[in-house]
Nanobody, 130 residues
Framework: EVQLVESGGGLVQEGGSLRLSCQAS????????IGWFRQRPGKEREGVSC????????HYADSVKGRFTFSTDDAKNTMYLQMNDLKPEDSAVYYC???????????????????????WGQGTQVTVSS
């Protein structure tokens, strides 16, 4: 059984930082598609950052470039989203996703579509106050 458990969300002041964690069980991160997504009330889901291990590519949404960093600790089977210089516009529910995909799916396609992830974390709320 694949399981993704997220943590690290919370309330932070504008300009502050948070680090989200997503620990996986049931599979390892090697040769996986992995990603961080967020969804604001009344808005469509946005791909924040994705990594394609097999394709060897990484993608960041323009809105977070230079502020967010997607990293992994393969020994702990955990992925992280370091979020710096947070803005009120970053407030959203953040979700991690991971699929054991054999095809060479580029990270851009994983984040923007048409590829759709099957395995998702439960979501964690990030609220940035001004």
């Amino acid at each position: 059984e694949v399981q993704l458990v997220e943590s690290g969300g919370g309330l932070v002041q504008e300009g502050g930082s948070l680090r989200l964690s997503c620990q996986a069980s049931g599979f390892t991160f090697d040769e996986l598609l992995i990603g961080w997504f967020r969804q604001r009330p009344g808005k469509e889901r946005e791909g924040v950052s994705c990594i394609s291990r097999r394709h060897g590519s990484t993608h960041y949404a323009d809105s977070v470039k230079g502020r967010f960093t997607f990293s992994t600790d393969d020994a702990k089977n955990t992925m992280y989203l370091q979020m710096n210089d947070l803005k009120p516009e970053d407030s959203a529910v953040y979700y991690c996703a991971a699929d054991p995909v054999r095809a060479n799916v580029p990270a851009l396609i994983a984040c923007r579509g048409p590829y759709e992830f099957d395995n998702w974390g439960q979501g964690t709320q990030v609220t940035v106050s001004s």
